[in-house]
């Protein structure tokens, strides 16, 4: 038997996966949304159901390699379901009023677009937003863009990111909450809480899109749209648990991703569209490909060309073609040709028409052009409080040598750094929403907070990359970076550090450094910057290091030579603010990565959840028949969950509740955390566990619990997490989502390295 043959039954033999009658694809419980649709479908003819499934791209942003052509015409003759890049009340009206006068049928549009981390205003780049593990603010901040995104006429949007990328190399690791599969499931169910609320077609709510299905972030060698190819048993446990943690938070969409999965690309995959994603996990909303993606079916020699390459997505379970067109232009004839089932366009044009049904369009197809909510949501002060609570929220402090933040509100400083007084950083990638006038820079912020009080010099310093080639592409990309005569910017940088008693260097990548397309092989600071802040520290006044960056980034020597770094991602639209109020104190930073920074590149893939091996390295490093490396240790720079704080934490030792787990019960491991420095501050106190004999190899530590405390100075607070036989289920060859009774060891800590044990029994 194939692989293909068998794999199906694996999947239905699991417990987990398994169908139930609520889940059941096709099972409704809208009878009058059923009629409402066959009634309307009954007058349909052919060619306009195929236009429901046709997405085209137009306005006021590009987001992929061509934008789409004549689109009033096509939306007048029913041949556009959906259209994403426009928004603003006025262009959406404009052109939903062609649908609703124009075309024969009335029939609404959807309005989408890539609301990523905020629409007008911005948040921290998803990874960044993923590191405050605070899920009440992860859903505020979908939900505030869901308020600001529905008010300027969007209802879909192109989010959440849900792929689980262990390679940082690749770009796109800054769209998504990082490495681990369990807490990426948590962050996937709050980021859908937030856009879609309790209500989809409430004025205020938009529907959420779970990309890229699947396996996207297991690009091969980290370079965006390569291939990917990792066993079932490894996409199975640690990269499809967010997307199906979101079908199950009731996303009305998903994407499809620009990769090959065992071979057959995403988008004419039906064992992934059809046989997992519906007939196992249940999910009734619709299938969008990503741009272009049906036509790159031929590229990728899976269809002889655009006819082939419209059956294959079709038959494998697309419901609607982003800008290829090659659904509108070939289905008709095929069908005609019998070459295709009609039958799949109707489920196709159903699914689409459900989600408009949802989102209340064929009640008020302007419910979401409102120009007077156009006016008044977004950017009010509440929503940018928001933003500068979340992005104070989102740092990271790395180093923190002799105390030396918080800094002093006294004397000077250099504020140097070709990412000091930028606007359009600070606000990301896929910020398409947000504007760079509304940002605040870290000079603004900090001569805000500051006043008077301190003297500040500042100086760019550095270009962002003194590579010739790498500036072209930035720029051609929309980056509009300057170059500037280095030797000049550095006397410049001197002459400012020189006076001053501290030097903030704010330096990293710029905003399209990280983000699609942008892979980099070399993940440091650019050597500009390096040379930069091996030149300020040479003056000997203490140097401060401020990241701006979308990815874990290699950072040997500054970990080495600079007295403090604060990594600050792409805070987003507060950005300034929110730096300058951690910087001095105001707010006391607790963010931990989710995503771990290696010493090199040559340790990548690198995270902390690896697997048991036979030879572990033990310590030794003479002992030369163990699993490390000659000229690096194993160890990462920082760890997952790793994260300092102006304050001191202590962990007392773990009490379990017993020493046995049996198979209905629960046990508690209780820790007493106190704050033994002097500042209030914030700590995600983290639990994993490990399972030491099973049948297949297991990962040496998993998430599985985490709690966020804020304790004062000398304050103690007992915490207590509850276990359960289902938190020790795993997938065994089988793919079967199993308990296996024996051995385990449950650890808590401060992040996933630095943790205290204690070991206790599964039993039956
Ligand atoms: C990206 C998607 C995005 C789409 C629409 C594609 O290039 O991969 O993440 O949603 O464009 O802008």
Known sequence: MKLKHILPIFLMLSGLLACTPENTPGSHSDPEMDSFIAELMGKMTLEEKIGQINLVSVGFDVTGPRVSEDVEEKIVNGQVGAVFNTYTPVAVRKLQELAISKSRLGIPLLFAFDVVHGHRTIFPVPLGLAASWDMELIEKSARIAAEEASAEGLNWTFSPMVDITRDPRWGRICEGSGEDAWYGSRVAEAMVRGYQGEDLAAQNTVMACIKHFALYGGAMSGRDYSTVDMSLLKMTEDYMPPYKAAVEAGAGSVMTSFNDINGVPATANRWLLTELLREQWGFEGFVVTDYTAV?????????????????????????????????????????????????????????????????????????????????????????????????????????????????????????IGPLASSRRDVIGNWSGGGRAADAVSVEEGMRKLLGKDVVIHTAKGANITNDTLLLYKLNAHGGRLDYLDPAK?????????????????????????????????????????????????????????????????????????ADAILETWFAGTEAGNAIARVLYGESNPSGKLTATFPRNIGQIPIFYNHKNIGRPYGGDMLDKFKSQYLDVSNEPLFPFGFGLSYTTFSYGELQLSSTELGKSGSLSISVEVSNTGSYTGEEVVQLYVQDLVASVTRPVKELKAYQKISLSPGEARELTFTLSPDDLRFYNTQLEYISEPGAFKVYVGTNSRDVQEAGFELVW
């Not at 997505?313 to 095929?334: N, P, R, T």
């Not at 028409?353 to 006016?375: C, H, T």
């Not at 002459?495 to 001053?500: I, V």
């Open 489 to 561: 910017l550095l006397k410049e940088a001197l002459r400012a550090a020189r006076k001053s008693d501290v030097i903030l260097a704010v330096v990293g990548e710029s905003q399209g450094m990280s983000g699609e397309s942008a892979s980099r092989s070399h993940i440091g600071i650019p050597q500009s910057q390096l040379d930069l802040l091996k030149a300020l520290k040479k003056t000997g006044k203490p140097l401060v290091i401020v990241l701006m960056n979308g990815r874990p980034l290699t950072l040997e020597w500054e970990n080495e030579h």
């Open 295 to 415: 036509e790159e079916l031929i590229p990728f020699g899976v269809a002889k060309d655009v006819r082939d390459a419209a059956r294959l997505s079709l038959e494998a379970g697309v419901d609607m073609d982003m800008v290829s067109e090659i659904m509108v232009d070939h289905i008709g004839v095929l069908i005609e040709e019998q070459i295709v089932d009609p039958q799949l366009v109707d489920e196709a044009c159903r699914r689409v028409l459900e989600a408009k049904y949802k989102l209340g369009l064929f009640e008020d197809p302007y419910r979401y052009a409102d120009e007077q909510r156009g006016r008044d949501i977004p950017l009010s002060k509440d929503y940018r409080n928001a933003a500068m609570e979340i992005a104070t929220r989102s740092m990271v402090l790395l180093k923190n040598e002799n105390e030396i933040l918080p800094l002093k509100r006294e004397g000077s400083i250099a504020l």
